[in-house]
């Protein structure tokens, strides 16, 4: 089974300043990783996927990620937040088809909330 | 392009009455769906999938629910609701890769 650890519950910072939210996984198979984005009260929207190649990902709103197979992880960055990208973010992964097992499930963590501050 | 379609945004119902949340897809076949609850600052708890027409998959036991009648429509149902069933549940379909999600259906139960 795969699992999700989002480090941080609670990110704020300051507008224009850089942000990190970081996401380690656990998966004995290959996955599929993605970072989500949640407004209050609305669905949630895809910001970036790794699903092969580049190790580098660039998503909308000037995101972008860095899988680490090593490390497990997939860390979520922007370098100049603002005040709009108040948040709250998911990160979630998904078994590779024909890895073994069941590949329906997308795993998620329990998100980060980002608060961008004037 | 895809679309998936959620309904309604906001209920306010009381316990022991029954529920029906209505998810539909448009744009795609044969998808996967799912059901998710999101309490607060507890992430999202998976509780029912499909890969197809009458077939749904429970990841937790509760109260509640599930049914595929057409390809692309799915339904989270209740008989009788409990305060606990409060929450945020929001709708999904995916096929091998990413998920896309409906807007949310905001349940309070009073």
């Known amino acids: 089974a795969q699992s999700v650890t989002q480090l941080d519950s609670q990110v704020p910072v300051f507008e224009e300043a850089p942000v990190e939210l970081r996401c380690n996984y656990s998966?004995?198979?290959?996955?599929?990783l993605f970072w989500y984005v949640q407004y209050p009260n609305q669905g949630l929207q895809l910001l970036l996927k790794?699903?092969?190649?580049?190790?580098l990902v660039k998503g909308i709103n000037g995101f972008e990620a860095e899988f680490n197979k090593s490390q497990t992880s997939f860390h979520l960055r922007k370098p100049s937040v603002h005040i709009s990208d108040t948040a709250e973010y998911f990160c979630?992964?998904?078994?590779?088809?024909?890895?073994?097992?069941?590949?329906?499930?997308?795993?998620f963590g329990k998100g980060t909330l980002l608060t961008v501050n004037p | 392009s895809q679309t998936i379609h959620q309904w309604p945004a906001t209920l306010v119902q009381p316990v022991g009455s029954p529920l029906s949340l209505e998810c539909t897809v448009e744009?795609?076949?044969?998808?996967?769906l799912y059901w998710y609850r999101q309490a607060a600052g507890r992430g999202l708890q998976l509780l029912f999938y499909?890969?197809?027409?009458?077939?749904i998959s429970s990841e937790v036991p509760q109260n509640l629910s599930a049914s595929r009648p057409q390809d692309r429509q799915f339904i989270l149902s209740s008989k009788k609701l409990l305060l606990s069933d409060s929450g945020f549940y929001l709708c999904?379909?995916?096929?091998?890769?990413?998920?896309?999600f409906g807007q949310g259906t905001r349940l309070t139960v009073v």
């Open positions: 979630a992964v998904r078994r590779v088809p024909n890895s073994g097992g069941s590949n329906y499930k997308l795993t």
């Open positions: 744009g795609t076949s044969n998808p996967n």
């Open positions: 790794y699903l092969s190649g580049s190790t």
């Open positions: 499909s890969v197809g027409i009458g077939q």
């Open positions: 998966s004995s198979v290959s996955v599929y």
């Open positions: 999904a379909w995916s096929h091998n890769t990413e998920a896309f």
